[in-house]
């Protein structure tokens, strides 16, 4: 079974969830943090902009990000990462290129150690 498929299968009825189609989820944390920004009432939405971060000559798009989640009411986009220390650091330079080519826009990125917190707090279900 594909690892997103199994998520997509327990994902709830949403009530702030702003999105068209049903949000698939890459891994168990986003499902989580779903879970919290719906529980809230936060209006959200899944994976809604691409962000270019380098073309070719010929325009073609070489790098491009897509944060997790964007919260319209605070015009700021989130990633949430689980990735191991090395996987982070290339996460970590995108942002970096994002944030530079894109100065205008608002993102927080959230680590492993946040994501943990959260679910020690809230006692959510994450198995990271």
Request: charged letters at 35%; proline letters at 7%; aromatic letters at 14%.
């Amino acid at each position: 079974m594909l690892p997103w498929l199994e998520v997509t299968l327990e994902t709830p009825d949403f009530q702030a969830y702003r999105g068209q189609e049903p949000p698939r989820f890459a891994n168990k944390a986003e499902l989580e943090c779903a879970k919290v920004l719906d529980y809230y009432g936060v209006p959200w939405e899944y994976e809604p902009t691409t962000f270019v971060l380098e073309q070719d000559e010929d325009g073609r798009v070489v790098e491009a990000f897509k944060p997790d989640f964007y919260l319209p009411e605070q015009d700021l986009y989130v990633e949430v990462t689980v990735m191991k220390q090395a996987l982070v650091t290339r996460k970590n330079r995108k942002l970096r290129k994002l944030r530079q080519r894109y100065p205008d826009v608002r993102i927080k990125l959230f680590y492993r150690r946040d994501i943990e917190r959260l679910a020690q707090r809230f006692r959510l279900d994450f198995a990271g």
